[in-house]
């Protein structure tokens, strides 16, 4: 059965950097994991996406190991801003169908 | 920027009504979805719809019911309103193929703001 598992809750201080970590089994091959942001009152927002090794873009970085069961969404030098819930959406092999699991979400309290 | 639009943010509701949930996308994307979410519970799919016309079931389809007549547009029916679909719902699109094939399916996807639905 196919199983997405993250960190329910993190806690951090302005100005360090913060990684949280989702675990995916039978990941599917050929896709992308992508994260999100969640505000309260609001929508998800979509993050960053990869596929393997390292992507950067102007707000995160995503790591992803060769055997891609695991994905690490890096945020450089948070601020309290950035106090959400961060989501891994990930595409796993579900008999003859894939499928996009959701992760339970990572609450992260960032304190002044 | 994409907008996903929910017609509503609140919304209340009687057991036994039958309630519209409509969401309205600007980007022109094939895929849209439904979801809800509850605390501890995460998102949950509800129905996604990859084409005008064309649906499929999600992980929680039971007691729901979905349209899509245009492609902007994505309606969820709560046929027979319970008090146990008292949730947060929220609304997605993306671009490109379906979820369930492909390549880089697992697009990126845009959301509404939510709809808050309490049934009493």
């Not at chain 1, 059965?1 to 993190?10: D, W, Y």
């Not at chain 2, 079931?57 to 039971?62: A, L, V």
């Not at chain 2, 899509?68 to 709560?78: G, H």
Request: glycine fraction near 6%; aromatic fraction near 10%.
């Amino acid at each position: 059965l196919a199983k997405t598992t993250q960190p329910i809750s993190m806690d951090s201080y302005e100005g360090q950097e913060v990684n949280i970590t989702c675990s995916h089994n039978n990941i599917a091959t050929n896709d992308y994991i992508t994260w999100y942001q969640q505000f309260p009152s609001q929508g998800p927002r979509f993050i960053i996406q990869g596929y393997k090794t390292k992507v950067t873009n102007e707000v995160a970085s995503l790591f992803i190991p060769a055997d891609r069961k695991s994905s690490t969404l890096s945020l450089p030098r948070v601020s309290l801003s950035d106090t959400a819930v961060y989501y891994c959406l990930v595409p796993t092999n579900a008999g003859n169908n894939r499928k996009l699991i959701w992760g339970l979400g990572t609450s992260l309290a960032v304190n002044p | 920027d994409v907008k996903v639009t929910q017609s509503s943010r609140y919304l209340v509701k009687r057991t036994g009504e039958k309630v519209f949930l409509e969401c309205v996308q600007d980007m022109d994307h094939e895929n849209m979805f439904w979801y809800r979410q509850d605390p501890g519970l995460g998102l949950r799919l509800i129905y996604f719809s990859y084409d005008v016309k064309m649906k499929e079931k999600g992980d929680i389809p039971e007691g729901y019911s979905v349209s899509r007549e245009k492609k902007e547009r994505f309606s969820l029916i709560l046929e027979s309103a319970s008090t146990n679909q008292t949730s947060m719902y929220l609304c997605a699109s993306s671009l490109s193929a379906p979820p369930r094939t492909g390549k880089n399916s697992n697009q990126p996807q845009h959301f509404g703001d939510g709809t808050r639905l309490s049934i009493l």
